[in-house]
Structures are given as structure tokens and as C-alpha cells.
């Protein structure tokens, strides 16, 4: 009964296991064709004419813009399993119907129209759309006699072959393209930083303007509409405006990268290049169909570039140009089939040139690489080179600081001996001067005391030198006591009263310079009252005020009238000046019959 039951099943599906075969793919290259109007949703019945696909009407139909419609036949045997259908070509936009029935559709049939003509169409046909024997596929296409529109050829057959043969046809005529605009933008966008970064390296800017241009032109063959312009005929004005501006610039890069400038050239170039874009923005009606001129104009400028480049790559022989001169000759052929095709001296619906334009970006990349790291391998010689000048700079900068510091030394030394003898000079001479004049003064029967107290006074200015030296901290009044002391006993021998005026002086700290050069300065003063001024009195005013401290020192002698300032310009009234001027203010000396008077101001704080 079990094997009753499986030979019944095997009889019950043998036709279906016996038609399940592969089934077999055709190629239609022959079709029939016949015109219509933009707006008829079906083809007319009379005028059908034989053609050969791939077949492009505007050789037949010159001035043709419209609808053509495509029929081809096939027969199709079995009907039982659905088919791939392959159109490998429609040029700008169409509709698919097999028997009757729409399979595919392009968005727009009129104006703006989709531009779906370099990607291939696969479509499955159900098998419910199939019929047995003959079969008839109908295709729309619409398209303007300017830009060579037609229709290619068709594969139907088993579903993985047909797909199979549709993926290669996608790759080598829509991907590979998609590929190339993705590597012009980001090479483009890569040397336009670069060029950011350095101005001066202006072959950076040309090909990053290039390879922006360039991706901009390539796009014409992966957009599927003509946005953001409204007509094709505007797209398409666009797009060889930017040829144009691709083939200036990319000769821009070549002349640049050749080191060579051609100043009317380039102006031409630069010229015609805004000529193209302002035609394409402002009269893209006339320039898209009359876009002949401006591709041939592009052209030429690659060709002059690139001829000229190729010249000084066989004269210099560098690696660079050579490797480069060697990557563009291969386009440089292609691009001879590419205008035959366009001219339409021969007939297919596949530019080459794409196809080699991944060589080309990877020869320019290396070269460009190439002058990036020749350019860095100069900068590290340079730096390099700077590094040993540096040092050499710094051993001779050193040498110089020592030999200064050398100097600054002696300098101090000859400084201190010479401060020290104005401290002698203003201090112990004075000291000195004043004990030979009491010593001179005084009666012959002077006691051996008073002589010992005059050599004790020239001790304790000594000790004055010393002390204000040797101490850090001493507040100023305590200073100032002792010198009060002993220029008053001077000016006592000389019948002067002296009267000393302190105010605000406590807490005050000058520090040991400052100190001794407040102290010199008033010794130096009163021995100039005693010494020059016949004086009877004398004032001395010491006071603090906000942050400063002012001196006044007024006598009533007989001043110093012209001649006064000669007598004291020696060497205590420069000593005077240049200790008023470490203190920080400016000795001011006022004189005349009525006596003379010293004024000077100086802040507390050095």
C-alpha cells in the first residue's frame, strides 16, 4: 500500500519535476520603433520601422524630442515559473510593459525628465504575465534629440543569470561611476584643506578644485533627476559648465604642479570657464543642446594640460611626473573613444573613461603624496639645519653671556669701589673736613680729649658705612639719629643753628642702599651749608606723606649766586644727584641772595 501511495504521488508530480528545467536566456538586439507625441499613453498602429538596438534615434530622427516606443518579441515556452527581464540602456527615462501589462516605470515621462539612462533596468516578470509562444515587450522612451536618446538591448531568461548579468552591467556602468564621485569628493575635499593650510602651495587648490568640479560633472551619470534645475536642458547646461571648469582647473594643477605659468593661457581658461557658468545660470535653454562647442572646449584643455605635462615629464625625468605622465595616458587613449562615441562616430551606450579614472586619482594621489612628503623631508632637513644653527647660536650666546657676565662683574666691582668712594667722599671726608677746621679753629691750648672726640666722629661715620651695609632691617629714625648728632656738633663750630623737622618716620624701613643714600645725601648737604654758605641757620624737614617721603633742606646764607652750582658741581653734587635718583625722585636746587634751598621726593617703597 506504501509504495501504491509513492508511485501515485511521483505520477502526480511528475509534470511539474519534468518542466522544472533552467530556462534559456535570450538577447533581443533587433526590435521595431515608431514615434509618438509627448502625451499618448499608447503607441500609434502604423509606422513601425525595423531597428537595430542599441539604436539612437537622433541619427534616424534628428529633431525628434518625444516619445518613441520600442517592441520586441520572444517566445517563451514555459509559463509556469517567472522570467528576468534585462534592458540594459533607455535614454532619458521609459515605461516597461510585457503583454500589455506595465512592469516599470520611471518617475518622469515629460519634462523634467528622470534620468535614469546609464543604470540598467531588471525587472521579474510573474509568471502570471507570461503567455505561451509569443511573447511582446513594449517599452516607452522619452527623450530630446540634444542628448542622444535610445534604447538598448534586452536579455530575458532564467531569473539568477539575467540578475547575474544585471549586476555586472550596474557595476561597470553606474557603480564604478558612483565609485569615482565618491573618491573626487573626498580627494577633493582632502586637498582643499590642505590647501587651507598652505596658500602659497597653490596645486593643492587646483586639484582639489578640479577633483570638486569633476565630481559635479560626474554626477550627471548617477542622479536620477535633473534637481535643483527644473528642465534637462538646464541640467545639462550645469554639468558641462563644470566640465569645462574641470578641464581649466585640472590644467591649472598640471602647469602649477610643472612649476610653469602661462599668464594669457590661464586667463583664457579662467575667462571662458565664467563664460560657460554664467550661460549655464542665465541661458541654460540654448546652452544645453548646444553644448557641442563648450565639451569640445573642455577637451582642449585637457589635452593642452596633459600634452604639456607629458613634454616635461620625458625632459625631467623625475619619478613623480614620470609615474603621473604614465597614469594619464591610458585616459588620454580612452578619452579618444569616449568623443568618437559622444560625436556619435560610433555606437554604444558605455563611455569608458570612468573606467579609468580610479587609475588616474591613484597616480595623482601618489604624486601629490609624493610632493607632501618631499615638502615634509625638506621641512625636517630645515629643521634640522636650524636645530645645529640654534646650537651653534646658543654655545656662541653662552660664550657672550659669560664673557658679559664677566664684565657685569668687573662692572659691579668698579661700581662698588666707586660708590664706596663717594660714601668716603660724602661721609668720612666730610667727617674729616670739618674736624681740620675745628682743629684750625680751635685755641692752641685744645685738650687732648677734644682731639679724641673729633678722630671718635670720623669713627662712627665709618661705622655709619659699615652699619648701614651690614644691616638689613633698622628703621629709618634710629638711623637718622646718630647723623643728627654729629652734623649738628659740625655745624655748631661754625656758629649755624641747625633745626631738624621728623614727621611720619615711624615704622619706616629704607632698606641698607636706600638707607646709606638718604643718609650720604643729607651729609653731603649740610657739609656744602657748612663749608660754602655762611649760613646762620639752617632747616632740615623730613616728612612723610601718602606713600613718600619729602626732604627739604633751607639755610639763610649769602646762596649761590651764577657761580654757586660751579662750585659744588665736583664730585658731591653728582654724587647727590645720582643717589636722589636711586632713591627714586629729582634733586632740585633753588638759590639766591636770601639763601638756598634743596628739595627732594621719593617714594617709601623702592
Sequence with gaps: MRLRGWLLLLCLLWPCLAGAQPVPTITMDRAEAVRSGWNESAPPDTGWEPVQLVDFWDTRWPDHDGVVWYRLRWQQADTRQPVGLLVNYICLSGAIYVNGNLVARDPGLVEPLSRAWVAPHYQLIPAALLRQGENILLVRVSGLSAYQPGFGTVTVGEPATVQALYRQERFARHDIKLINVAMSVVMGGLFLMLWLFRRQDSVYGWFALSELAGSLYGANYIVSSPWPFTTTDGWQAFVVAMYLVTGASYTMFLFRYAERRFPRIEAAMALASVIAVATA????????????????????????????????????????????????????????????????????????????????????????????VTAMRRIEGFNEELRQEVAAATS????????????????????????????????????????????????EDTTREQIVGMLKDMRDDLRLVIDSTAREHAALAAQLAPLRHRLGRLLETADIDSRWQLEGLDGIELGPARSLDLQRLLQEALTNVFKHSRARQVNVRLARSDDRLELHIEDDGQGLPDQGETRMRGAGLGSMRARAQRLGGQLRIDSDTGGTRLRLEFPVLA
Design 396 to 443: 656662541r650666546l653662552s660664550d657672550t653671556l659669560s664673557q658679559q657676565h664677566a664684565l657685569e662683574l668687573a662692572h659691579g666691582r668698579a661700581g662698588e669701589r666707586l660708590q664706596l668712594v663717594r660714601d668716603l667722599h660724602d661721609g668720612f671726608g666730610g667727617t674729616l673736613v670739618g674736624a681740620i677746621a675745628q682743629l684750625e679753629n680751635a685755641p
Design 281 to 372: 545660470l542665465l541661458a541654460p535653454g540654448w546652452m544645453g543642446p548646444a553644448r557641442t562647442p563648450w565639451i569640445v572646449l573642455g577637451g582642449l584643455f585637457f589635452y593642452v594640460g596633459i600634452g604639456y605635462f607629458l613634454v616635461q615629464a620625458w625632459r625631467r625625468r623625475r619619478i613623480d611626473f614620470l609615474v603621473l605622465a604614465a597614469c594619464l595616458l591610458l585616459p588620454v587613449l580612452v578619452s579618444f573613444y569616449d568623443f568618437a562615441l559622444f560625436f556619435g562616430w560610433v555606437h554604444s551606450d558605455t563611455y569608458l573613461l570612468s573606467l579609468t579614472s580610479v587609475l588616474t586619482l591613484i597616480g595623482i594621489g601618489f604624486v601629490l603624496s609624493h610632493r607632501f
